[in-house]
């Protein structure tokens, strides 16, 4: 019986916004823009009696990927579950328009979030719109925006809307992508519709493996820094280019989607129409197995 | 929220060459600490903000302790606790203090 | 009660009864709640199965549909009040009489229902003494137990969750009582016969599976560094110290990240093979890395474990197994094992006071004892000596005893962090149980495991040996001084304090040369469910709400 051995290298899931970034970037080459010594919290908290951190959340910075120039944000998803608030989400923007002048080798943006701030909610939705236009912009400006999904809180919300107009995602097993999360769609559409406490149908339908096999998301990695860094470094040199012809495919792309699996009644369903051997068994896989399932079938695109 | 001060004289600085370190997260049950080597060697000033009133005694209690474990000279540590338990916060300051005690 | 009740002619007349409802002994479960106003008369005792693990829930729901009129009077007896069902029956009429042993997600509703007077309790029991008491003086006329499948003849075969069946049959049947069982399926031939079908009256098919909770199932996600230290101190300072190859351990995170840190920090203290190799526990999934790494020679369980069943049918070199490849379970002989055949305890709780005695009872709850009271307790009835046993012994001893007169000692110990969740602190000076017992007048205090028999107390802070306190004073000073930052930690006289640790009455991690900062989550053989089942090789089959894929 093969067994994982004690020695692992640290999870993604589990590590820090900045142990991510520190192990995903070279070597000691990350500095930190407007870091927790500089105290930008959020000035709405304190309204709500509610603990700040030092840094609201996110790191932003430079640093280098392989020798070549990024720039690179990290949401920490246990504070506040990762949620876009006014300072968290300005200091995003901020990065993406130095991004835009700059024009380093990527963006990376490393996804763990639940959405936009209750307590900041007009700021934080506003905000999301403004990341929105200033990723297009980095975009246009030839420079590709890469997002990395495998953190506890995951991309839902307004996070799930900036992740979609990434050039290219990165995601794991245990990454989510979504814009209504398992809480929301019960709620609004009963339990009967979507059992949130039902964690193999949350990721089975939201889940790393379903976005991978789905054009979800364009790589999918193993729970560890040194797979999302790799994956990160493909995906770079595959970024679409940002014009017309590549939103008509994509939105070609969508609708065929649509149109082929609109009526399946749940995730293995979609899976087996696109031609995965033993639907029911994805789930079990592990990470390289999945990976070979992966590169044999599933919906790869090139048009995001 | 509550809003903590307390100041120590410590009998030698922090060792170690890092002006600044941060550690933990503001969550349930959890803390963070930063640390800025801004201060005289003899002196250690801590500011704690905190969602839980009425625990003055244990944190006194707990810095006085930590104070005196790592002699953190020097050292200006900031304190956003999310409600953390005593040991934990122990621990993050000492995983703190190692922090700072690392190379620069 | 007359003995027309509790005779062979009673049996007689109760089988006849219930004849109508039944095509031989099998019965639609549409027809459930007739069948048991037909075979129960007022005023029976009825023992209905259902613990901390699997429930006759189908039947549960039958004698709650029952009509007051005819079935009332009701004494039960049984393992656990768990469904709502338990306590339904008491409030419409068909109950008033209770004795029980564990009640844990119900604890709230039975202290509201016993302060209202709609629950007359005779007593909370350890599961072992309850079982005693259905031989002695609460025997049921009628039992309502569980299994997976029967056969027409009423062989059951109750699967990996045996648990409590035989126990309840043997008392039920072999006095002339009714049994009736639930099970999922009725099949031409069952797998295995766990219960003569000679001992199975009736037997209803019920309308869908029966309920198990996955109460042992800890996500290895969860574990913190500060219970990732405890498990070092734990290993070190006593596995290590008193070589403890027979054990029980509690359900906590604490004990899990014993069972997580074996194959890692264990391997590295050279303990392999010397502690932890016998088993008295139920299938964590969370020892699956230590039997996958061959830190285990042998478990017997008191249940199963939700989604273990291919595994430990995998493992039949480890885990004891019938014919039919599925484990054999069985509460009674394990609670046994766990109290005569263990050399140790080990196990978390709400509140220790300063003699030591521990309760899980906190305001407003009454949980129940379950098996921890046997398991943690010195049997003054064992004989056999071992290392572990008799090392313990030599602690407290003064030395001016014969040592061939001086009996040995259990392992009793409570690990537990000093404050729980919302800082609340785990040391206190009177335990809630205490003002519960006076509050309700009741003549016993619910105190789960007593002072005298707690041999160490292990918290983030350090570990307490009790066995070498040889005052009073000693002992409470050797409590505060594990007790951190509560009051009670606060309280201590630290030059006492201080000299307990010089002589190694208390021992800090630092004593026990553990860096407060090398506890951390890498040590964790598994740090997740998914880990836990690619150790399993695939096989374990984590319930839905433990799954991030």
Known sequence: MSAPTADRAPSWYEASARARLAALLDRASFTEFLGPAARETSPHLPLFDLPRAFDDGIVVGRGTLDDRPVLAAAQEGRFMGGAFGEVHAAKLTGLLRAAAELRPAAVLILFDTGGVRLQEANAGETAISEIMRAIVEVRRAGVPVVGLVGGRAGAYGGGGLIAGTCARLVVSEQGRIAVSGPEVIETNHGVEEFDSKDRALVWRTMGGKHRALTGGADAYAADTAEAFRAAALRLIDRAPAFDLETMRAEQARLEARLERHGTAGDAPDIWSALGVPESGRVSALGDDAFAELLASSGDSHDAR | ?104 | MSEGETGPEALSARRQAGAAMADGKIVAATEATALLEAVIRPGDRVCIEGDNQKQADCLARALAGCDPARVNGLHMVQSGVVLPEHLDIFEIGIADRLDYSYSGPQGARVARMMGEGSLTVGAVHTYLELFARYFVDLTPQVALVVAVSADRDGNLYTGPNTEDTPTVVEATAFKNGLVVAQVNEIVEKVPRVDIPGDRVHFVVEADKPFYVEPLFTRDPGAVTETQILMAMMALKGIYGEYGVTRLNHGIGFGTAAIELILPTYGERLGLKGKVASHWALNPHPSLIPAVESGWVSQVHCFGSEVGMEAYVGARPDIFFTGPDGSLRSNRAFCQTAGLYACDMFIGSTLQVDLQGNSSTVTTGRVAGFGGAPNMGSDPHGRRHPSPAWLKAAEEASDGTDERLMRRGRKLVVQIVETFAEGMAPTFVEELDAVRLARNAGLDLAPVMIYGDDVTHILTEEGIANLLLCRTAQEREQAIRGVAGYTEIGRGRDRAMVAQLRERGVIRRPEDLGIDVLDADRSLLAARSMKDLVHWSGGLYDPPARFRNW
């Not at chain 2, 944190?59 to 953190?72: L, N």
């Open chain 2, 1 to 104: 929220m509550d809003r903590l001060q307390f100041s120590h004289e410590t009998p030698r600085a922090l060792g170690g060459g890092r002006d600044q370190a941060i550690l933990g997260v503001v969550a349930s049950g959890n803390l963070e600490v930063l640390m800025e080597r801004v201060l005289e060697p003899d002196r250690c000033e801590i500011e704690i903000t905190t969602p839980l009133g009425g625990y003055d005694a244990v944190w006194e209690a707990v810095i006085a302790d930590f104070v005196e474990r790592a002699a953190p000279g020097g050292v200006r540590i900031s304190i956003n606790d999310g409600g953390a338990q005593p040991d934990t916060v122990m621990l993050r300051l000492l995983q703190a203090a190692r922090m700072m005690e690392g190379q620069s």
